[in-house]
C-alpha cells in the first residue's frame, strides 16, 4: 500500500488532474491519495490573521478545508472514492479503487495530533501511513530536490516539509519519498513496477552515510 499526498500547489499549477488521472489509472487498489489544503487552506489562514481566532479552530478549519479540497478531487474523477476510517479505506483498495482521505472524523478522535499549523497535510498524511502499516509514503511537492537520498532534517531545514513531520514520521517503518509535481510520469513508472527511483528518499537521521546536498525549493 502506497500513501500518496497530493499538495495544494498542484491545484495552483494545474496539474491536479494529470495526478489524479495517474492515481486513478495506475493505484487502483494500491494508493490511498490524502489531500493537502490547497486554496481553501489558504483562505482559513487569512482569515486568521483577519479575525485572530486562536490556533484549534484553525486547526480544525484546516482538516476541513482539506477534506473539501479531497471531495472536489473526488468530483473531478468518479472513479476516486471519498474514505475517512480505516474500514473503509480497506474496503475500497479491496474493490481495485483509489480512495480519497477524509481527515475530520478520524483526525477529531486522535490524542496524538495537536492542535496546530506545525502539523499540515505532510504529518497527517505520515501518521496515516503509519496507522496503515503502508509501505510507502509519497509526497506530492513543488520542491526540486536532487534524486537520491536527502537527510530529513534537510527537508525540516528548507520547509520543504512541515516542523511537526520528523515526529510523525520517525516510528513510521517503509519508504518515504518526494516527488516533484512534475514527476507523474516517475510515479506512473513506480506504481506499474513497484520500483521507485528518480525521486529524492528521506533519509532519517539515525541513517549513516555522506551528506546530501541542500535541497532547492521550487518559488
Same mark, same amino acid.
Given at each position: ?22 492515481? /486513478? ?21 487569512? /482569515?486568521?490573521?483577519?479575525?485572530? +481566532? ?10 476541513? /478545508? ?43 478522535? /486522535? ?44 527537508? #525540516? ?7 511537526? +513531520? ?5 516510528? +513510521? ?5 518526494? +516527488?516533484? #509535481? ?38
Amino acid at each position: 500500500m502506497w500513501v500518496v499526498k497530493l499538495g495544494g500547489s498542484l491545484a495552483d499549477r494545474g496539474e491536479l488532474d494529470h495526478w489524479l488521472d495517474i492515481l /486513478a489509472c495506475y493505484g487502483g487498489g494500491e494508493a490511498v491519495i490524502v489531500p493537502g489544503g490547497g486554496p481553501f487552506a489558504d483562505q482559513i489562514r487569512e /482569515a486568521q490573521g483577519r479575525w485572530g +481566532f486562536d490556533d484549534g479552530a484553525a486547526h480544525a478549519m484546516a482538516l476541513r /478545508a482539506m477534506e473539501q479540497y479531497g471531495l472536489m478531487m473526488t468530483g473531478l474523477r468518479s472513479d476516486l472514492v471519498p474514505a475517512a476510517t480505516t474500514a473503509e479505506l480497506h474496503r475500497t483498495r479491496e474493490q481495485a479503487q483509489v480512495p480519497v482521505w477524509l481527515p475530520v472524523a478520524p483526525v477529531a478522535t /486522535a490524542q496524538d495530533i495537536p492542535a496546530s499549523w506545525s502539523v499540515t497535510s505532510d504529518s497527517l498524511a505520515a501518521w496515516l501511513a503509519r496507522k496503515l502499516a503502508a509501505e510507502r509514503l509519497v509526497l506530492v511537492k513543488a520542491a526540486e530536490l536532487t534524486p537520491g537520498a536527502v537527510h530529513l532534517a534537510k527537508l #525540516t531545514e528548507h520547509e520543504v516539509v512541515d516542523p511537526a +513531520f520528523p515526529d510523525f514520521v520517525a516510528d +513510521f517503518r517503509g519508504e518515504t519519498w518526494v +516527488f516533484h #509535481t512534475q514527476q507523474g510520469k516517475l510515479l506512473q513508472q513506480a506504481l506499474y513496477s513497484g520500483i521507485c527511483h528518480g525521486a529524492a528518499r528521506v533519509r532519517a537521521p539515525s541513517s549513516d552515510g555522506p551528506s546530501e546536498e541542500s535541497p532547492t525549493v521550487d518559488a
